[in-house]
T-cell receptor, first 111, second 115 residues
C-alpha cells in the first residue's frame, strides 16, 4: 500500500459544478495535510493546509479531514476551466523526510 | 517577499557530463527539499536538509547524485556522469522548519535534458 493514495483521474466536471478530490493516507501519525495545484509545465502551488478534523474553507475551496478514516478531501465549488490542473495531496509526518506526496489527480473542467 | 528560486531554468547536457543545479530557498527557511518529476509522473523525493542536521539522502537514486547546502541557505544538487534517464524537472522546495505544521513552497524548477 502506498503511503498516500489518490485517484489518478482524469476527473471531468462541467463548469460551475463541484469537483471533489480525494486522498487517503496510511500513517496514523501524520499530523498535517496539504493540497497543491500543479498546472502543466509548472511547479506545484500550495492551495490549502488542514491540521484538525473537520472542514476548512478558503474561497471556493474546502478541505475536509477525517483522521479516524485517514481521509482528506478537497472540494472546489463553482469549478472554472482555469481550475483544470493536477491536484496533489501531501501528508506531513513528524519524523524524517516528512513530506509525502500522492501521485495526483488530474482535473478537467469542461466549459 | 521573494519565493524559492532555482537556476538554471533549463539545462541541456550531453550524456556523461556533470551538471549542477542551484536552489535559493525563501529567506529564513531552514528546511529544504529536492524532488524530481519525470514527464507525466509524480514527485520523487531526492534529499532533505533541516538546519544543521545531517541530510536525509534516502531518495537519491544512485551515487551519481549528491547535494550540499552551504551556510544553511543555498543548495546545490550535482549529478555526475549524466544519463538519459536523468532527464526530468528538478524541483526545490523550502519550509520555515521541518516541523509538522509548516507548509512547503516550491521553486519554478530546472528542466534537465540529457542528450
Amino acid at each position: 500500500q502506498k503511503e498516500v493514495e489518490q485517484n489518478s483521474g482524469p476527473l471531468s466536471v462541467p463548469e460551475g459544478a463541484i469537483a471533489s478530490l480525494n486522498c487517503t493516507y496510511s500513517d496514523r501519525g501524520s499530523q498535517s495535510f496539504f493540497w497543491y495545484r500543479q498546472y502543466s509545465g509548472k511547479s506545484p502551488e500550495l492551495i490549502m493546509s488542514i491540521y484538525s478534523n473537520g472542514d476548512k474553507e478558503d474561497g471556493r475551496f474546502t478541505a475536509q479531514l477525517n483522521k479516524a478514516s485517514q481521509y482528506v478531501s478537497l472540494l472546489i465549488r463553482d469549478s472554472q476551466p482555469s481550475d483544470s490542473a493536477t491536484y496533489l495531496c501531501a501528508v506531513k509526518r513528524n519524523y524524517g523526510q516528512n513530506f509525502v506526496f500522492g501521485p495526483g489527480t488530474r482535473l478537467s473542467v469542461l466549459p | 517577499g521573494a519565493g524559492v528560486s532555482q537556476s538554471p531554468s533549463n539545462k541541456v547536457t550531453e550524456k556523461g557530463k556533470d551538471v549542477e543545479l542551484r536552489c535559493d530557498p525563501i529567506s529564513g527557511h531552514t528546511a529544504l527539499y529536492w524532488y524530481r518529476q519525470s514527464l507525466g509522473q509524480g514527485l520523487e523525493f531526492l534529499i532533505y536538509f533541516q538546519g544543521n542536521s545531517a541530510p536525509d539522502k534516502s531518495g537519491l537514486p544512485s551515487d551519481r547524485f549528491s547535494a550540499e547546502r552551504t551556510g544553511g541557505s543555498v543548495s546545490t544538487l550535482t549529478i555526475q556522469r549524466t544519463q538519459q534517464e536523468d532527464s526530468a524537472v528538478y524541483l526545490c522546495a523550502s519550509s520555515l522548519t521541518g516541523g509538522a505544521f509548516y507548509e512547503q513552497y516550491f521553486g519554478p524548477g530546472t528542466r534537465l535534458t540529457v542528450t
